[in-house]
């Protein structure tokens, strides 16, 4: 059952970052919900135009753009950040950001007519917005989505509730705990992921 339902919030975060990962450089920084709402058609038009590793490293563009992946993996490594090393650190950040790059690439087969819809937005402490909005399906119930914003850039999404960036925190801890409490292994193996 658990596992079931880690599996449904993947595919529902795919789905999110599918139809509203923002293509816009903190130099033309909008408001938040008009951020969110606006960028959607513009991810929507790299699944509709591209395909195979062009698509990808359109995806990685947004995510290296659009997204503050340092932050994101810094909080995702959780306190094994501090045992990294410099060198491994640089090589996660780069590993991450590619492996999911990949991974939603290969997700996406085509756009399947879902839409996004902004609702509230609330104003939170250290300069955080959160948007509020909810991924609307062709068939089915519609998702909620939670974007977390700070500098014009999205530092987490939560779909139903659920962060992504602490699910990553739980799997990579998962992973450095299994091999041996080094992130070394972590960081190959996302290499790896990146490579295939």
Known sequence: MLASR?????????????????????????????????????????IKTKTGAARQAAILGVLQTSFDMPAMGRSALGTHWNQATEAERTRFLKAVATAEAKAYSERFGQYGGQTLTVGKVTPRANGVTIVDSRLNQTSGQPIKLEWEIRNDRITDVKVEGVSMVMTRRSDFNSYIQNNGGKVEPLVRELEARAAQ
């Not at 975060?13 to 919900?33: G, I, N, Q, Y």
């Open 6 to 46: 880690r599996v449904v919030l993947q595919l529902a975060a795919a789905s999110a970052l599918f139809v509203a990962l923002p293509v816009v450089t903190p130099a033309l920084a909008v408001d938040p919900a008009q951020l969110v709402q606006n960028t959607a058609q513009q991810v929507i038009d790299i």
